[in-house]
């Protein structure tokens, strides 16, 4: 603790020696019941950040837009199985072998 530097005066070793003394102490005493001032907390979430309008938004739009072609899909499958697999329009064509 008192490894430091030591300031010799070469006249005057009294008063001046003596509160410098002092003064060097009351600083290694303050260094030593120093308390760490780092603010470890998380910053401050904003709500404007945390829930993205636009975001959900287009989610919502490419979610509809899933949907829409699902149920298409969905009619075109169950029209298939419901008329077996023949074309609408009466044609009769010819299987490929």
Same mark, same amino acid.
């Given at each position: 603790m008192l490894g430091g530097p030591r #300031?010799? %005066?070469?006249?005057?070793?009294?008063?001046?020696?003596?509160?410098?003394?002092?003064?060097?102490?009351?600083?290694?005493?303050?260094?030593?019941?120093?308390?760490?001032?780092v603010d470890s907390r998380a910053p401050p979430t904003l709500s404007h950040l945390c #829930?993205? %309008?636009?975001k959900l938004k287009l989610e919502e739009g490419r979610l509809s837009v899933i949907d829409r072609d699902n149920r298409l899909l969905l009619e075109k499958v169950s029209r298939i199985v419901r008329t077996g697999g023949w074309a609408r329009s009466g044609v009769t064509c010819a299987h490929r072998r």
């Open positions: #300031l010799t %005066l070469s006249h005057g070793r009294g008063y001046l020696q003596g509160t410098w003394e002092k003064a060097y102490q009351d600083h290694r005493r303050k260094v030593q019941e120093a308390r760490p001032v #829930l993205k %309008l636009g």
